[in-house]
């Protein structure tokens, strides 16, 4: 995916954060298509955080008990700048035809 374009995703904090207090065990967080959670005993652990997908939230959108917490968007954005990420990402996907209208 043309999410980082050549910018080294270990550099970039963006995972959720679980506060066990609040989690119901619901199971939604589950759902990830990126698979970065396991269930225990205890329910969810984030067992892969840099799979997940920077500027993702949608665990934590769905999460009943509002359990899932991320990091605030503002310093991705500023290394997305820095690193003109968004021109290398534009580039990218001209490049694989995702931006041609149908």
């Not at 199971?27 to 698979?35: D, Q, R």
């Not at 969810?44 to 840099?50: D, I, S």
Request: proline share 7%.
């Amino acid at each position: 995916m043309a999410w980082l374009v050549g910018y080294p995703r270990e550099k970039i904090t963006w995972h959720p954060t679980i506060d066990r207090e609040k989690c119901l065990k619901c199971g939604m967080c589950m759902n990830c298509g990126m698979n970065v959670y396991d269930w225990t005993e205890d329910g969810p652990v984030v067992a892969r955080p840099n799979q997940c997908i920077v500027g993702c939230n949608t665990c934590a959108n769905l999460c009943m008990g509002e359990a899932i917490s991320f990091p605030d968007i503002k310093p991705i954005r500023e290394i997305y700048k820095r690193e003109h990420i968004w021109a290398k990402v534009k580039k990218q996907l001209e490049e694989e035809g995702k931006l041609k209208p149908k």
